[in-house]
């Protein structure tokens, strides 16, 4: 089992940054990808981005390009989604997500990812 905890959510402005933070534990984190997505009221889950094991290989939703990156610490299990430019259409809860697809390009597709963490709210106004 692996337990995912994310952090760092909040009320923001338009244009405001925001990092968020997922720390891990339970099994092994430096072995496997980790991704994040969002939820918006009344949509579906949506890809945000996601990064390799090693941390060499990393992809975004088009929506993001740009503005967010992912990074991660395997020495302090944690994955890190800086946010910065923030927009209202990025309001949100943010998951974070463990996908045993460790090496290579990570995976964007949610069934990939074997666990979630609890969500984080961002919420941007504007």
């Known amino acids: 089992q692996v337990q995912l905890v994310e952090s760092g959510g909040g009320l923001v402005q338009t244009g405001d940054s925001l990092r968020l933070s997922c720390a891990a534990s339970?099994?092994?984190?430096?072995?496997?990808?980790m991704g994040w997505f969002r939820q918006a009221p009344e949509k579906s889950r949506e890809f945000v981005a996601a990064?390799?094991?090693?941390?060499?290989?990393?992809r975004y939703a088009d929506s993001v390009k740009g503005r967010f990156t992912i990074s991660r610490d395997n020495a302090k299990n944690t994955v890190y989604l800086q946010m910065n430019s923030l927009k209202p259409e990025d309001t949100a809860v943010y998951y974070c997500?463990?996908?045993?697809?460790?090496?290579?390009?990570?995976?964007?597709?949610?069934?990939?990812?074997?666990?979630w963490g609890q969500g984080t709210q961002v919420t941007v106004s504007s």
């Open positions: 997500a463990y996908s045993r697809y460790g090496a290579g390009r990570p995976p964007s597709g949610d069934t990939y990812y074997d666990y």
């Open positions: 339970g099994r092994s984190f430096s072995t496997y990808a």
């Open positions: 990064i390799s094991w090693s941390g060499g290989n990393t």
